[in-house]
């Protein structure tokens, strides 16, 4: 996958570089999509075994808006770019509570609305925790967990602190790779842990871990339920290979 270049290119400071990215990925830049799975309509083979670099000028403290457009009018001009959103009907779900009383699940905690963030620097244990080879100390869970909008993912668990329920929707949803629609009416600010087999396949092995909806249910009290919803998705009209410089 592309990655951004070492230099950092940033756009509120009026620059952006990207290295050796798909062209799949610039049309996304031009024209994003909130909903999951990202469908891409029309784009040719190329687009993404073909890897390009871009460097671009914007002026400082530019808007996600005005950088939207910047790639729109980019790609336009470089690549004969024209495309579309379209509303179609896709798989989905629907978030709901598990259990009758409404009640959480262990492993999704209600947080303060205010988040005091002068809190001390991480534990040793941490760095390790981030680590490959070993868990995070609990301290180090302790300390993602109670921070503002922490995040460690090991293996096969995600630890998130003190983040919006709109989060952990788009969590799940990326997850799932579906669209998902919280109907629970959570609101507010939770921390979580959730331990989840990444790849369906490995649920069948021994002492593997669940599926995302079994774990959904079981450490967070929710539940996924099948339906069909409105997903945008995104028709490419046209499209070439960019000229040179």
């Known amino acids: 996958s592309g990655r951004v270049a070492p230099s950092g290119g940033n756009p509120m400071a009026g620059q ?3 290295i050796n990215v798909p ?9 994003p999509i909130r909903t999951m799975p990202v ?3 029309g784009l040719p083979a190329w687009a993404d075994s073909e890897r390009y670099d871009v460097q671009a000028r914007t002026r400082p403290g530019v808007s996600p808006d005005e950088l939207q457009n910047m790639w729109r009018t980019l790609l336009a001009r470089r690549m004969k770019l024209a495309a ?7 798989p989905g ?15 999704l905690k209600p947080q303060p609305a205010e988040c005091n963030a002068s809190r001390q620097g991480p534990p040793a244990g941490l760095v390790g925790g981030s680590s490959r080879e070993q868990p995070p100390s609990l301290d180090a869970e302790q300390y993602v967990l109670q921070s503002c909008g922490g995040r460690l993912t090991f293996r096969n668990t995600v630890y998130a602190g003190h983040i919006a329920f ?11 790779g579906r ?19 990444a790849q369906p396949e490995i649920t069948a092995e021994k002492d593997a871990p669940p599926s995302i909806f079994t774990a959904v249910e079981e450490q967070l009290g929710l539940k996924l339920e099948s339906t069909t919803t409105d997903a945008t998705v995104l ?3 046209g499209i070439e290979r960019p000229s040179e410089n």
């Open 16 to 18: 952006m570089v990207l």
């Open 23 to 31: 062209a799949r990925t610039l049309v996304l830049n031009a024209f």
């Open 39 to 41: 469908e891409v309509i």
């Open 84 to 90: 579309h959103y379209e509303t179609r009907q896709r």
């Open 93 to 107: 779900y629907n978030l709901v509570f598990a259990r009758k009383d409404r009640s959480l699940g262990s492993e």
């Open 166 to 176: 709109t989060e952990i929707v788009d969590l799940i949803s990326r997850a799932i």
């Open 179 to 197: 669209t998902v629609i919280d109907r629970t009416g959570l609101v507010g600010r939770f921390s979580l842990k959730l331990t989840f087999a």
């Open 235 to 237: 028709i490419v009209d």
